[in-house]
T-cell receptor
Framework: GGIITQTPKFLIGQEGQKLTLKCQQNFNHDTMYWYRQDSGKGLRLIYY???????QKGDLSEGYDASREKKSSFSLTVTSAQKNEMAVFLCASSIWASAETLYFGSGTRLTVL | GQQVQQSPPASLVLQEGENAELQCTYS?????MQWFYQRPGGRLVSLLY??SWAEQRGGRLTSSAASNESRSSLHISSSQITDSGTYLC???????????WGSGTKLIIKP
């Protein structure tokens, strides 16, 4: 079976710092997603990509950049970390672009000092 | 905007063996929905996917939808301690790609 690997598992940064989160999948899925999960709230979509080199903004894209240089990897950059950004960032993939049956990574927990 | 409300809103505590029913209500017409499970510190796992509001079954899990009432339910029969965790629903917008998520219900099964 496939797996989605997110690195790092924990990320600590300073306010104003540029931080990059990485995600790798070996499902050979076309579509990949970055979500933000805040405690007590639903997931919010930051960016998604339906194929290599494609990028689509989600509802929460401001303050973030993303990169899909290979089909298997999708990275997310926090352009200037803010203290209210402390959350868990989840990467996911799906076989089609229809969002059926998402497979998730275990997340990166971001702490901003 | 489009919203998904989950109930119970925070947590549900049951005794082992009892049946659990979790619900999602939504504020607009959507074309399919999914239920996900997350163990504390674990990854989100897709449980059931229901296109066209069909009832879906998987072992002790059943999801059903009442589109005329804008509601979807997840029924867990004979709950087990290992069912404890957070259950989230997500609805697919007509444009696909983007899911609208509920905030989750924490299910606690006690022995």
């Amino acid at each position: 079976g496939g797996i989605i690997t997110q690195t790092p598992k924990f990320l600590i940064g300073q306010e104003g710092q540029k931080l990059t989160l990485k995600c790798q999948q070996n499902f050979n899925h076309d579509t990949m997603y970055w979500y933000r999960q805040d405690s007590g709230k639903g997931l919010r979509l930051i960016y998604y990509s339906i194929t290599e080199n494609d990028l689509q903004k989600g509802d929460l894209s401001e303050g973030y950049d993303a990169s899909r240089e290979k089909k298997s990897s999708f990275s997310l950059t926090v352009t200037s970390a803010q203290k209210n950004e402390m959350a868990v960032f989840l990467c996911a993939s799906s076989i089609w672009a229809s969002a059926e049956t998402l497979y998730f990574g275990s997340g990166t927990r971001l702490t901003v000092l | 905007g489009q919203q998904v409300q989950q109930s119970p809103p925070a947590s549900l505590v049951l005794q082992e063996g009892e049946n659990a029913e979790l619900q999602c209500t939504y504020s607009t017409t959507l074309n399919s929905m999914q239920w996900f499970y997350q163990r504390p510190g674990g990854r989100l796992v897709s449980l059931l996917y229901s296109p066209s509001w069909a009832e879906q079954r998987g072992g002790r899990l059943t999801s059903s939808a009442a589109s005329n009432e804008s509601r979807s339910s997840l029924h867990i029969s004979s709950s087990q301690i290992t069912d404890s965790g957070t259950y989230l629903c997500a609805m697919v917008k007509d444009s696909n790609y983007q899911l609208i998520w509920g905030s989750g219900t924490k299910l606690i099964i006690k022995p």
